[in-house]
């Protein structure tokens, strides 16, 4: 029986992943595409993670990229194109009524403060627990912050579902026991939760 469902936020939730900012970023300033991701994701990783400050980040993207710090635009940036998915807020609203749920996300902490205010806002008692990497100081997919979660609200993995827009992530919960959820869309979603008996009307 399934007592807990734990969402990830970007490309769940919140339109939001993190080629669209490359993307942006590439047609802006004309940088080349291919480098963008060889600059960012290393740096990233270590931010979600809380290892890295995001002055140093921007010090060293700046650098690399040879725009400003204003013009990398982190957070802005992340507002501007970052979009609420509706379906998935009233989907929320309705789980939280017969479920306990959770917010699990690979973040940095200067954006999960931007998420808060702009994403999620009002909306923060649909979530039992909020659990940020750059807080807990892992990143999906790490066994071990699955592992964290499931030792923070305590219930077994079998009875706790994961749903993330990535395989990887998905792969990382199911390890652990948690049933998985990819993400794909919103019917594709639904179709998930009916199949291990998710009541989601």
Avoid at 30 to 40: G, Q, T, W, Y
Avoid at 120 to 133: G, H, P, Q, V, Y
Wanted: hydrophobic letters at 35%; charged letters at 35%.
């Amino acid at each position: 029986m399934i007592k807990a469902i734990i969402f990830d936020m970007g490309g769940v939730i919140v339109d939001y992943k993190e080629n669209q900012y490359y993307d942006y970023l590439s047609k802006k300033y004309s940088i080349n595409r291919a480098l963008i991701p060889k600059v960012f994701d290393p740096l990233i990783e270590k931010m979600e993670c809380g290892k890295m400050k995001l002055d140093e980040m921007l010090r060293i993207v700046s650098k690399k990229l040879g725009i400003t710090k204003e013009e990398i635009e982190w957070t802005s940036a992340f507002r501007k194109i970052g979009k609420r998915d509706e379906k998935m807020i009233g989907l929320l609203k309705r789980l939280s009524k017969n479920y306990k749920v959770y917010l699990l996300s690979n973040i940095s902490k200067s954006r999960y403060t931007e998420a808060l205010k702009d994403f999620i806002n009002n909306e923060t008692d649909l979530f039992d627990k909020r659990f940020a990497s750059c807080y807990i100081g892992l990143r999906k997919p790490d066994k071990r912050i699955y592992r964290y979660v499931l030792k923070n609200i305590k219930v077994k993995a079998n009875e706790a579902v994961f749903i993330d827009d990535r395989k990887e992530n998905i792969k990382g919960a199911e390890s652990v026991g948690i049933h998985g959820i990819l993400c794909t869309n919103y019917i594709h979603v639904l179709s998930g939760m009916k199949k291990l008996g998710i009541k989601a009307q």
